[in-house]
């Protein structure tokens, strides 16, 4: 999965390039400006996304390289005015007289502003307590995975910020106790999980301490750093978690101990102030569409049955077979696995080269799905995109993800894959046309390589439309016979089936008001499996879970709608670069491109 909420796309325009190009007047000069002033707004409001785009400086787009971003009620104040601003200023320009792709931004960014403002309402309602994006994990996160240290400078910036990070907490605070006096408290569970991961974070001595480690392990990768420098350096570090990190999350921590008496078990957001309006916000935030959360559920459990359909049929072809509920008919076919004769197919054998094995596999995955890319898309982009194993410090995390290059290159795109949990051989060919090629990084790398993008994009992953295609790529890879046997096209339907299984947990959550046992018995039935920290995401991030088949089955809808309207004249490649040469976009404006290309092509 995408696991951030920001991503990286390198544009490789200039905005005097593209009105040159134009040769349009007042209004499309006008609103180049707009998108560029717009981002830079934004990147002095949030430093920390700016650090992850990783903008190089000598391109002129300043922010403060030390900042963390204001959580207090002003600093949620600025970024709604700044929408508001940017918004009422949009709708002055005349659409007329500015050109296709210009139109198509201005689309993107005001569906983008106005979906923001809507939720200005609902600014309480997001927990701050939770184990994904709550502290300490997102400040570790930012520091350790997105500030770079190559110089001096750069070794000071992180020192700052680890003063300011008990401010960032204080204003935390605030926000904690009137979520508090408003009744907006995460379950017991979730508000336990966090005090567990803010002691796990404090227990070992300053020095010990991962973000102490994290600098002194930068520190020595600087070219030229006097070590006495250094020294000093990780002395002001060390002093600075014990004097001022440790003290604020001692009184966070006291915090969360106060409140977690009063939180109760209830999972869903339907308990909050105004819950069934903000889990619909929730739902087209992350979706971008409009459907309501009835049909969501609704849509989620026809798409299970359509899944296990499919899956029946070929688990019924190698033996598995019984009136029985799917959980089990999947756990019958993973019984075999162990099977002398089938071992050597889902696992490797234990030693000391295992984990090279692994990666060596994955990155030939990556190779032949670069060389198999002309089957289905004309473009081929220039980018690489390597694969690593996790970090340690996320490895308890269970994730595998794809995080994308920074800006300045300093960062390079990586498809990163946790040892602690390695995934059945025939699993690894979905996992990776998902996060790599053709999914998320082939859809970034051709962002990142076309022209006629703006910078703002930058700021944005619609999940909806990022996570919709790279679940599309995994049915297309089936449909191009890139799967060599039936394992592997079980463990495709398994891995859509999940994401369909994610959209009736998600909606019944949050609108028919399940319990967490409840969630947990309906993934047992329908997987063969149930994960609590599954579920705990769902609970703390409503509506991002029917992001990822909402989105794939509005790119299938939209590509039979164009090859029954053009028959003989539908070309598939034609069809992939529709759909991603404007980056991430809301889904109804995807399909008014579509129905627009239906009509020229005619």
Not at 469 to 491: K, N, Q, T
Not at 575 to 602: C, Q, T, W
Request: glycine letters at 6%; hydrophobic letters at 40%; proline letters at 4%.
């Amino acid at each position: 999965m995408m696991r951030a909420l920001l991503i990286t796309l390198l544009i490789l325009t200039s905005t005097g390039m593209v009105v040159a190009q134009s040769g349009a007047g007042k209004d499309s000069s006008r609103i180049e400006e707009l998108f560029d002033n717009y981002f830079r707004e934004c990147l002095k409001l949030g430093p920390e996304g700016a650090s992850q785009l990783g903008l190089p400086p000598e391109e002129g787009y300043y922010y403060d390289r030390s900042g963390l971003d204001n959580l207090s009620d002003e600093g949620l104040k600025a970024n709604f005015d700044l929408a508001r601003k940017y918004l009422g200023q949009l709708k002055e320009i005349d659409t007329s007289k500015i050109t296709k792709s210009q139109k198509t931004d201005w689309q993107i960014l005001v569906w983008s502003l106005t979906t923001q403002l809507e939720g200005e309402k609902f600014v309480d309602n997001g927990y701050l307590i939770d184990h994904l994006w709550g502290f300490p994990g997102r400040f570790i996160n930012l520091m350790m995975g997105y500030h770079a240290i190559s110089s001096l400078q750069d070794a000071k910036d992180y020192l700052e910020r680890l003063g300011k990070h008990s401010v960032q907490l204080k204003q935390a605070m605030i926000r904690l106790d009137r979520q508090e006096k408003k009744g907006i408290i995460p379950p017991v569970y979730i508000v336990d999980r966090a005090i567990a991961g803010i002691e796990e974070f404090m227990k070992p001595a300053p020095a010990e301490n991962i973000l102490y480690q994290d600098f002194k392990n930068k520190l020595d990768s600087v070219e030229g750093l006097d070590a006495t420098v250094a020294r000093d350096l990780c002395g002001q570090a060390e002093l600075a978690i014990w004097e001022k990190i440790y003290p604020a999350y001692d009184e966070f921590l006291k915090s969360l101990r106060a409140i977690s008496p009063k939180a109760d078990s209830l999972a869903g957001v339907w308990k909050l102030p105004d819950g069934d309006k903000y889990y619909q916000y929730c739902l087209k935030s992350f979706t971008t569409a409009t459907t309501p959360p009835d049909q969501v559920f609704q849509q989620g459990v026809l798409e299970v049955k359509r899944l296990q359909d499919m899956a029946k049929i070929l688990l019924d072809s190698i033996g598995i077979k019984g009136n029985k509920a799917f959980g089990e008919l999947m756990n019958d076919y993973r019984a075999i696995w162990n099977r002398p004769d089938l071992k050597d197919k889902f696992f490797y054998s234990d030693g000391p080269e295992k984990n090279q094995m692994i990666l060596a596999d994955y990155r030939a995955l990556v190779d032949d799905a670069s060389a198999k890319l002309s089957q289905a898309f004309s473009y081929i982009p220039k980018a690489r995109v390597g694969v690593e194993a996790v970090p340690a410090y996320k490895e308890e995390g269970g994730l595998t993800y794809y995080e994308p290059a920074s800006l300045d290159s300093r960062r390079k795109a990586t498809f990163f894959i946790n040892m602690m949990q390695p995934l059945p051989k025939p699993t690894m060919r979905t996992l990776t046309y998902h996060e790599t090629i053709p999914g998320h990084h082939y859809q970034i790398a051709l962002q990142q390589e076309l022209t006629w993008n703006r910078m703002f994009k930058n700021q944005s992953f619609l999940s909806g439309f990022g996570e919709g295609w790279a679940m599309y790529v995994e049915d297309l890879a089936a449909e191009l016979g890139w799967l060599p046997d039936i394992y592997s096209r079980i463990a495709e339907i398994n891995s859509q089936l999940f994401r369909a299984v994610r959209i009736v947990a998600d909606a019944g959550i949050h609108y028919k008001r399940w319990n967490k046992p409840q969630v947990l018995k309906y993934m047992g039935d329908n997987l063969g499996w149930a994960s609590e920290n599954e579920v705990d995401r769902y609970i703390v991030w409503p509506g991002q879970a029917p992001s990822y088949t909402i989105g794939k089955l509005k790119i299938m809808e939209l590509r039979e709608k164009a090859k029954r309207a053009l028959g003989s004249k539908f070309n598939l490649r034609d069809f992939h670069m529709l759909v991603l040469e404007n980056g991430s976009i809301p889904l109804a404006l995807l399909e008014e491109m579509v129905d627009d290309y239906i009509n020229r092509s005619k």
